[in-house]
């Protein structure tokens, strides 16, 4: 397996780079476990139930001058717009996003098993922070909505 170094990583907002960031990380989200267990049973047992697209963070250096990504991510939060441009890369060429197709590839994926979940991530934070002996701040959270990040 290639271990993917982190300083090859970076956000992008469409084709554009998120200017300063250093630093992102995904929450793959969770399953509901429902209580199937009915009399006479002598262990509980439990079926899955409603899954949680999860939640995204990522953060660095502020750059008020970004406007053509940290200026409107910030923005799309203030506005409760889908930000499902969005793009955390691992290297030069992969990347997670909001899923938006049926068809993609990823390790336990086949052309016969796609993942049909459509999400929406929506910014649902946005911290700014300045400190005098260090760099202003900014980091953003997202929330997807109907469905998971996928590995393109």
């Known amino acids: 397996m290639a271990l993917v170094n982190g300083k090859n990583m970076k ?17 793959d ?4 476990e429902v209580d199937d267990t009915e009399f006479g049973d002598n262990f509980k047992t439990f079926v899955f139930g409603i899954h949680d697209g999860g939640t995204i963070s990522f953060s660095g250096h502020h750059d008020p001058a970004d406007t053509t990504a940290q200026e409107l991510i910030r ?3 203030n506005d409760d717009s889908a930000m499902n441009s969005i793009r955390l890369y ?3 060429t992969s990347y ?10 990823s390790p336990a ?3 016969a098993a ?17 400190d005098k002996s260090g760099m202003g701040s900014i980091s953003f959270e997202g929330k997807l909505s109907g469905g998971p990040m996928v590995l393109i």
């Open 114 to 130: 796609l993942l049909s979940f459509p999400a929406s991530l929506y910014i649902t934070g946005c911290e700014l922070g300045g």
């Open 29 to 32: 989200g969770s399953v509901e």
């Open 90 to 92: 691992v290297d030069n």
């Open 96 to 105: 997670y996003t909001a899923n938006q197709t049926t068809s993609y590839w």
């Open 75 to 77: 923005q799309a939060k």
């Open 109 to 111: 994926n086949t052309s």
């Open 11 to 27: 956000v992008t907002l469409g084709a554009n780079t998120v200017v300063g960031m250093g630093t992102w990380s995904i929450n």
